[in-house]
């Protein structure tokens, strides 16, 4: 560890957040982590907003770097591959590759942010503002007010990174001060979560794959959690004919999931009260330039580049940004004026190319993966 620096503002102790607090706490730095939530691991989790994510190895590595692999992974749930639920007939299992040795990893998101806190916690020169939500930011000064129960709070940092997610107010900031563009693209799908709860203590379906019920106009995947119940998640439409606005009763819901997804409604008890009470999540992607003012105020994670989650990439792409920040301030010695635009130059293509192959995987899980044609490639790529 190097020689103690000055204070980091990192707002946001989401994923990214917290792994950068880590990240810069390692390099000396004394990082003042904000929040806007009370602590997580005191608290209740929301309902039906995305309890689990698939992590690869390209997120994996940045927990390596921490020694955060192993706790992870100690619950994480490896899926081989894809099972697909098709309308009639028999579920149909694809290899992610044509061994089964290597897998993505259902993880609990909750538990994930958790450890990442209390790894930050633990760290020396971490300090860790829960209940604070930045309001506003100057990019000349470093200058930030926070909203916190006990009314407005003013703090200053020479470096202020935002890590605060899709909606970030730090880039907020930046597009009313000017020194901004932002595109934001919505999705008009949305997203519902369901439970599959256990049957008799076990899994109700194969815990190896990561299931998908590709109907072409709308989709369901399903992500095993540690306790034993599946997650789903419904893509659909948010307005429409044939959207989630389109299911008024009970029996409605019944009758669509009776005839589009049969297999599920035996598996889900709770499947109705589940429709009627879980928000619909909006989907979409953030695009933003320059990511970095005057390597005073910079923007990582989804903050930088939200994407949609059909590559289920998101996550693992904030883990690789605060890989490669930590790099650029080795290479600049800690010179943040040069490692805030380098990190930009490095990243903001890859940022791209994941964005543009989220949204064509989209396309793929809802419908190709059903296709014979595909099924037929897929094996002799294996083969
Ligand atoms: P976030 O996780 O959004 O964290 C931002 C933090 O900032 C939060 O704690 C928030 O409370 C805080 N905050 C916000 N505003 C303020 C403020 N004004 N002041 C202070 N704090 C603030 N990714 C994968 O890699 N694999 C998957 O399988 C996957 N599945 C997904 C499924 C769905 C349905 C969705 C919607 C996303 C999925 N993702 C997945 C994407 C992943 O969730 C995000 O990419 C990831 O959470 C981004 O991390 P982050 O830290 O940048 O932002």
Redesign the pocket.
């Known amino acids: 560890m190097s020689a103690e620096r000055e204070e980091i503002a990192v707002?946001?102790?989401?994923?990214?957040?917290?792994l950068l607090a880590c990240f810069l706490a390692r390099r000396g730095y004394q990082v003042a982590l904000?929040?806007?939530?009370p602590d997580p691991r005191t608290g209740t989790v929301e309902r039906g907003r995305?309890i689990?994510?698939?992590?690869?190895e390209r997120?994996l590595d940045a927990l390596r770097r921490i020694g955060l692999d192993g706790q992870v992974m100690a619950d994480a749930l490896p899926m081989r591959g894809r099972m697909i639920h098709p309308v009639a007939g028999e579920p149909q299992f694809q290899s992610y590759s044509g061994t089964g040795d290597r897998a993505i990893n259902s993880i609990s998101?909750g538990a994930l942010?958790n450890a990442l806190l209390t790894a930050a916690a633990a760290l020396p020169g971490v300090r860790i503002a829960f209940d604070?939500?930045?309001?506003g930011l100057d990019p000349t000064t470093g200058d930030m007010t926070?909203e916190t129960p006990q009314g407005k709070v003013a703090e200053t940092a020479s470096v202020v990174l935002g890590?605060?997610?899709?909606?970030?107010?730090?880039r907020g900031q930046l597009l009313g001060y000017g020194v901004l563009t932002e595109s934001l693209d919505f999705l008009d799908y949305g997203?519902k979560?369901l439970t599959i709860p256990p049957i008799g203590g076990e899994f109700a379906l194969d815990p190896d794959a990561l299931h998908i019920w590709p109907r072409g106009t709308s989709m369901m995947i399903a992500?095993p959690n540690p306790d034993r119940s599946f997650t789903c998640?419904l893509f659909w439409p948010t307005h429409g004919t044939a959207s989630f606005a389109s299911l008024g009763s009970p029996a409605a819901i019944e009758q669509h999931f009776a005839t589009h997804y049969p297999d599920l409604p035996p598996l889900a008890p709770n499947l109705v009260d589940d429709y009627q009470h879980n928000p619909v999540?909006v989907?979409g992607t953030v695009r933003c330039t320059p990511w970095q003012v005057d390597g005073r105020v910079g923007l990582?994670?989804?903050?930088a580049h939200?994407?949609v989650?059909f590559y289920?990439?998101?996550?693992?792409?904030?883990f690789e940004d605060v890989v490669e920040l930590d790099r650029c301030l080795d290479e600049c010695d800690d010179e943040w004026s040069a490692a805030l635009p380098l990190f930009q130059q490095r990243r903001q293509a890859d940022a791209e190319a994941i964005a543009r192959m989220a949204l064509a995987n989209f396309v793929e899980m809802r419908d190709k993966v059903a296709s014979p044609v595909f099924r037929t490639r897929k094996r002799v790529e294996h083969a």
């Open positions: 707002v946001g102790a989401g994923l990214a957040g917290c904000y929040e806007r939530r995305s689990n994510l698939a992590l690869s997120g998101r942010n604070h939500r930045l309001v926070f890590a605060d997610g899709a909606g970030s107010a730090v997203y979560e992500l998640t999540g989907l990582l994670g989804d903050a939200a994407i989650p289920g990439q998101g996550a693992n792409c904030a």
